[in-house]
């Protein structure tokens, strides 16, 4: 009997074998990680519930010495805190930021409070023509204040590819320890303080911090179920030939 046009004769055997162990393997690692994605997507969606009620929540005093050490990004990062204090504005370190009024700088003040001890406070973002300290003054906070923002974890060993520069004045990440070495800020807390909105105008704009996680887990749970219904279909395709 003649073989149809285009058909050939069926792989060894053997081959059969080792096709199909191949795509029972791919279909359990593509099962795997399916789940993987799901049990991940869980614990984003967690983490995103707890960060928004923290945000949210009425603002607490910010962590002074004795909680420093228990301070950690699962528990802390984005809550909604309080500090009183005067500015050290002599004291202050502008870092590069693109946020959505443009290019710029932040602008971080330490905050010496009441009880002795100081923290970071990123009062918000200027233009690069208000970078200078003297482009600013009028309106400038100068007696005791009171400080509501979001308590954010340090940001160590600069930005993607850029390394800060202190001797140089380059920063390019809120890398506390850093700043208050180079600054000469005793008794600095290990985290800083992004500031709320309402600055007076020509100050630093507060508010501008972006809590937002990205959550793309299901997508890629269903491209791995799918691969591994791809790879089911080639175990069946590959069992018919034996036929």
Not at 87 to 102: H, L, M, P, Y
Not at 182 to 211: H, K, N, S
Not at 213 to 228: G, K, M
Request: proline residues 9%.
């Amino acid at each position: 009997m003649r073989e149809a046009p285009g058909e050939g004769p069926p792989p060894p055997r053997r081959t059969r074998e080792a096709l199909t162990t191949g795509l029972a393997i791919c279909t359990l690692i593509f099962l795997a990680l399916g789940i993987w994605q799901i049990e991940r997507r869980a614990g984003k969606l967690a983490l995103i519930a707890a960060v928004d009620a923290r945000v949210r929540a009425p603002a607490t005093p910010a962590p002074g010495p004795d909680g420093w050490p228990r301070i950690a990004a699962a528990d802390d990062a984005y809550r909604h805190v309080s500090a009183h204090g005067v500015f050290e504005n002599d004291r202050e370190t502008t870092v590069q930021a693109v946020t959505e009024q443009g290019p710029g700088y932040w602008v971080l003040t330490p905050l010496r409070t009441d009880e002795g001890w100081a923290v970071l406070v990123n009062r918000g973002f200027v233009p690069p023509e208000k970078r200078d300290r003297t482009a600013r003054r009028e309106g400038e906070p100068e007696g005791p204040v009171t400080v509501t923002g979001l308590l954010r974890l340090s940001e160590p060993k600069g930005a993607f590819l850029r390394r800060n520069d202190p001797v140089g004045g380059r920063w390019y990440s809120r890398d506390v320890a850093e700043i208050g070495k180079e600054r000469g800020v005793p008794r600095l807390a290990p985290y800083f303080i992004d500031a709320a909105a309402g600055a007076p105008a020509g100050q630093p704009i507060g508010g501008l911090t972006i809590v937002r996680f990205y959550n793309h887990h299901l997508e890629y749970a269903l491209t791995w179920f799918a691969l591994a219904i791809l790879s089911i279909i080639g175990i069946v395709v590959v069992r018919r030939a034996d036929r």
